[in-house]
């Protein structure tokens, strides 16, 4: 048995965009008692936060939570074929709220199709793929009407005279925008959600380099320095910036060095315990510099004397 991807809307507000276009963080507190809901055997492992528009959709043994004021959206691969209008219960009783969106897309089959429930009622559910129709339930809603109309016709000519007048995975679309104010497009509205995997994978360690001036971690003068001093002293390029990139465009070998950031907002070099280290470290730098500057002019010296 196959499986699809299907994205669940709970709403409790009139402008489910407005949270997200405010820039409200996902709660991944909220997401967490979901899937201990969900999932309560399970130990489920974080993959990390990121733009649900901009990811790939949610594989086997993953799911993707969005929690937002009045606003929560589900993601996650559902065994079978899509049936809009035979969503388990557990889906509609997972969060709740008075409006239920669904959309759902099977890759392998071709077939689209989304629903809405209100108040625990269906009122919509379509799916189909390019040549057939899956389910129609429902009375079809305005923002159908152009498609069914025949505006919209499918991208590639055919035929074959089962071929519906639009595209269903155009009309899902479509559907988003009505519904939502927004359509999930990569270069569109970003929608942070949190990742998790239930197979009993490894969490995903979050990392985030600090920024500020660097600072080599074993207190002297690391090898990209030293290679900036080099080549200053040997008159090659001009400067180099704290990573070990020359100003002049061209980068150091030591680029990756070993370096510990300062985090932003600590005080600057000339106060402090690190600003002593930073100090320090320049003095050290500095001698580098008159170092290779000497062994510089004694080769010159000896060159010339030959």
Excluded: C
Aim: hydrophobic share 35%.
């Amino acid at each position: 048995m196959g499986h699809h991807v299907a994205t669940f809307w709970y709403l409790a507000t009139d402008d489910p965009a407005a949270p997200i276009r405010a820039g409200q963080p996902s709660d991944p507190g909220f997401a967490r008692r979901l899937l201990s809901r969900l999932f309560p055997t399970v130990t489920v492992a974080s993959l990390g936060a990121f733009p649900l528009n901009r990811s790939a959709s949610a594989g086997p043994g993953e799911i993707y939570v969005g929690s937002f004021p009045g606003l929560t959206v589900v993601q996650t691969p559902v065994e079978g074929p899509i049936a809009p209008s035979a969503t388990p219960e557990m889906w509609l009783k997972l969060v709740e709220a008075p409006t239920i969106l669904l959309f759902a897309q099977d890759a392998e089959d071709g077939v689209s199709g989304f629903a809405r429930w209100e108040s625990g009622r269906l009122v919509r559910a379509f799916a189909g793929a390019d040549d057939r129709i899956v389910e129609d339930e429902g009375m079809p809603l305005p923002f159908e009407r152009p498609y069914w109309a025949g505006e919209f016709p499918l991208d590639t000519a055919t035929d074959n005279p089962l071929a519906l007048p639009f595209s269903p995975s155009s009309l899902l679309h479509a559907a988003h925008r009505d519904w939502l104010g927004f359509d999930l497009e990569p270069g569109g509205l970003d929608v942070p959600v949190h990742g998790f995997a239930t197979d009993g994978r490894r969490e995903v360690r979050q990392h985030t380099p600090l920024s500020g001036p660097a600072l080599h971690v074993v207190g002297m003068p690391g090898r990209a320095e030293l290679h900036a001093a080099a080549r200053r002293a040997a008159g090659v390029g001009s400067d180099t910036d704290a990573d070990g990139d020359s100003a002049d465009g061209g980068p150091s070998p030591y680029a990756d060095d070993d370096y510990e950031r300062l985090p932003s907002g600590s005080r600057g070099p000339g106060g402090g315990a690190r600003g002593g280290r930073i100090r320090s470290i320049a003095g050290l730098v500095g001698d580098a510099v008159r170092r290779g500057a000497d062994s510089v002019s004694r080769r010159r010296r000896d060159g010339g004397s030959r």
